[in-house]
């Protein structure tokens, strides 16, 4: 009888040990036999078969929360179908479809693309993946091991759309179903306070992690509860709507407060300015007489000369076209100055280059209310513009050079807006080909500015259709070369003064030269002069460096509070901040 019990006791035994080896030696004839690839998806189907449990005690959970909503019973939703419903941002998850449905709990997997530092943990998993290598598939084993990884990244985009989307619900929702939502606006709040000011997965403890990935869970459930409970698509699509035109509404709203508030500091002189303007006048008319006289001033009608003429009445804007030109010249003694601004600013212009010489160059100031010409030809007020900057007679001399400078044969004429950053004297030495002004095209497309003439001007009116090429390029102002000598030979005065009497005063300065120097005007190449600097943000910072004269055209100009940061410096290193007029008006850089 004991032989036969012992015999039975031998028999189970055998029976378990065959039950716990023929596994073992199952798998590794399998994974022997298969390929790299083979052995990968065998492992990611033990890893499936591991956490099912889990994945249907989670839909069975939710399908029991679902019942307390009054409904029909619903189908137990796919994780897929889940993410596809709620437009979940599925584009930024890369994550397998089989570890959604394990609903985030591969713990391996999450640990491990969460902790980059979590070595001892990433060296056993890597060895458990190439553990049948045998030395010939290591390269296998790591891409799994990157892909593990991967399958974890970006949880912290994640967090954030679920909270946008919880955010939808919570807005939309009516207010009835404030009980219903209390669950989510929970789980939404607690979520914030865990990912805080996080950016990527890194910024995140071990302990926010693992919190983290358990809030995320519950916040799955908890919106597909939601969805279920809200199904009505056409109700929610209209609150949506409703939505988005109240938000387009304050947006224009906004652009248009925005877009007034900027022009209206465009046209107003800073506060620090006219501190200065008034310290300098007070300092100006303290002098005698004969200490009010700028030196060089015999240089003025010297035609063998660099003259360049600045239209102006700011005070700083004047002090760094000059000093950015001196600093970029090879012969300084042969520049000359021209500032003409309006006798209310002519004291302050004078006694700042008085008390900041401009070393071997003659600087020359003096005021367009001496031209008695001028004051009887306003036809600058007829512009339909009620921006000074545009009505102002120092916008217009422009048309007026060779009045101006009766003696003189060639003149750069630069908007006060401008800094120099390399020598202009190859300019003097330019062939014109007959030409009056020499001016930068604006008409090449993916440039900075991009202008066509039909932009400005209508040519369906048979004095502009009959008159002009609408496929004529169009150039700016702001460094321009006029030879004066051709400009009296062709009388283009005359012809401005005919534009204006045909109406066309109203279309504003840039269109009207165009017209005046209509097939009068010779194409610079682009490195000459940049433009932009004023209203855009993607002038490229090469082409700005390279440039001999950059260009703050536009409502941003650099000495105002709304000033481009990007370019700023380019305006600022010409200005002395340490000049203590300017620290006593609290100007800086």
Known sequence: ?????????????????????APLVFVSHRLNLLTPLGRREFLEELYRAAYRTDTLKLNAVEQEDAEELDEPN????????????????????????????????????EINGFNQHGKEHQGTQQNDLSF????????????LLEKNIEVTTKKVQEIKNQLNLAKAYLKIAPPSSNLRLRDLERLSREMELVVGEATQDSDLSMSEVHSALQKMRHMEASLSKVYRAFPDCSNMAAKLNTMKRQVEEQVRSQRHQATYLVHLAARTAPKGIHCLSMQLTAEYFALRPEERKLPNENNIHRTELYHYAVFSDNVLACAAVVNSTISSAKEQGKLVFHVLTKSLNLPAISMWFLINPPGKATVHVQSIDNFEWLSKDNSFLESNSSDPRY?????????????????????????????????????????????????????????IPFHRIDMFLNFSDPLIGKRFDINACTWAFGMNLFDLQQWRRHNLTAVYHNYLR????????????????????????????????????DVDRNEIERAAVIHYDGLRKPWLDIAM?????????????????????????
């Open 1 to 21: 009888m004991s032989k036969i019990r012992r015999c039975q006791r031998i028999f189970i035994l055998s029976l378990l040990s065959l039950s716990v080896v």
């Open 74 to 109: 619903q189908v137990v939703y796919t994780e897929k179908d889940f993410v596809s419903t709620i437009g979940y941002d599925s584009e930024n998850n890369h994550d397998s479809n089989e570890s959604r449905n394990a609903g985030y709990r591969g713990a391996t997997l």
């Open 132 to 143: 049948t290598s045998q030395g010939r598939n290591i390269h296998d084993s790591q891409r």
């Open 391 to 447: 009505t102002s007679e120092l916008n217009y001399l422009r048309f007026y050079l060779p009045d101006i400078f009766p003696a003189l044969n060639r003149v750069v004429l630069f908007d006060h807006d401008v800094v120099v950053q390399q020598d202009l004297s190859a300019l003097w030495n330019m062939d014109m080909k007959g030409n009056v002004i020499g001016a930068v095209g604006t008409c090449q497309e993916g440039k």
């Open 502 to 537: 045909m109406g066309l005063s109203s279309v504003g300065s840039l269109p009207l030269g165009w017209l005046t120097f209509y097939n009068k005007t010779e194409l610079l190449n682009r490195q000459w002069h940049i433009l932009g600097l004023g209203y855009s943000s």
């Open 565 to 589: 940061g990007r370019y700023k410096s380019f305006w600022t290193k010409y200005v002395n901040y340490d000049n203590h007029f300017l620290q006593r008006c609290n100007l800086q850089a």
